[in-house]
């Protein structure tokens, strides 16, 4: 399933940039420096695209450096200090409009939940996808809370740790919660692409000795929102996902692992029965 386009998404290839600014991209180790040249000219002229030109050399991710990501199609806001949405992290959304478009009619919106959001990526494109649905969303950044709530007008975006911030109105009611919670192992962190050891903050991307952390403490709050026939869906990488099943399974849920070869990527799915759960 493909996410959709939408207002924003990635303009076609136009004029070929200066050699002059390939090369010097090139020669900084730009894998893709026609293609970078070519959206930092688009998006700048004069002093001002040297200074874009100048930061993207000194190593600042390009999205940063524009102001905008890529994601389903969609251009989401970024900012220095958060953290870069992923492209395998579309698997995620991917999976959340498959399960959303399979699940039983209710007599009231779909809700679904991102925690650990960080900009909102995964909620915009869910709701892009299924603009019925009500949509919530928290971080405990502040930096990409105010990216995520200009990514996800009309919904409810809040400052909290893990599940603190969300409304206890919301408990028994969620269809998909939905998380990319930071799963590198502490000491993997140094073998990261320099860009994000260097310019994404830590915490979203430590997860603690074993890259389950705060993974763990998701699984573990999830079951008291889920509805019943809803899904837990948490972005992990393939050597980590038969651990994951297990910690979803002793939380009561349904467990299953999906991934995509082609953007090495890996979610496991958590699935409340239909009749467990609260009651709505």
């Known amino acids: ?12 290839p136009a004029d070929a940039p ?8 090139r020669a900084a180790g730009c894998v ?12 700048a002229e004069g002093a001002e695209l040297d200074a874009m030109v100048a930061r993207r050399v000194s ?17 989401l806001a970024v900012a220095p200090g958060v953290f870069v949405p992923r492209r395998r ?27 650990c959001c960080g900009v909102g990526a995964i909620a915009a494109a869910t709701a892009a996808a299924r603009p019925d649905t009500r949509v919530w ?13 200009a990514n996800l007008p009309g919904a409810e975006v809040s400052i909290g740790d893990i599940d603190s911030s969300l409304p206890t109105t919301l408990r028994g009611r969620v269809d998909v919660l939905a998380a990319n919670a930071p799963y590198v192992p502490t000491d993997q962190i140094a073998t990261m692409p320099r860009e994000a050891r260097e310019h994404e903050p830590l915490p979203t991307l430590d997860g603690g000795p074993d890259g389950l952390q705060v993974v763990r403490r998701v699984v573990e709050a999830a079951p008291q929102w889920l509805a019943p026939g809803g899904h837990l869906i948490i972005e992990t990488s393939a050597g980590q996902a038969p651990v994951l ?36």
């Open 137 to 149: 969303a928290a971080d405990l950044d502040a930096a990409a809370v105010a990216c995520a709530r």
């Open 18 to 25: 200066p050699a002059e600014l390939v090369a010097r991209l």
């Open 32 to 43: 893709f420096a026609e293609d970078e040249a070519r959206l930092l000219t688009e998006a």
């Open 89 to 115: 992290s579309e698997l995620v959304a991917e999976t959340a409009i498959e399960l959303l478009e399979g699940a039983a009619p209710r007599d009231r919106p779909a809700v679904v939940v991102e925690l």
């Open 245 to 280: 099943v297990e910690l979803v399974e002793a939380a009561g849920l349904r467990a299953e692992p999906r991934t995509d070869p082609e953007r090495a990527a890996t979610v496991v799915i958590g699935a409340v029965e239909p009749t467990a759960g609260v009651g709505l």
């Open 1 to 12: 399933m493909s996410l959709p386009s939408a207002r924003g998404s990635v303009p076609p």
């Open 59 to 75: 190593g600042e991710p390009l999205e940063l450096v524009l102001g905008w990501v890529e994601f389903g199609g969609l251009r």
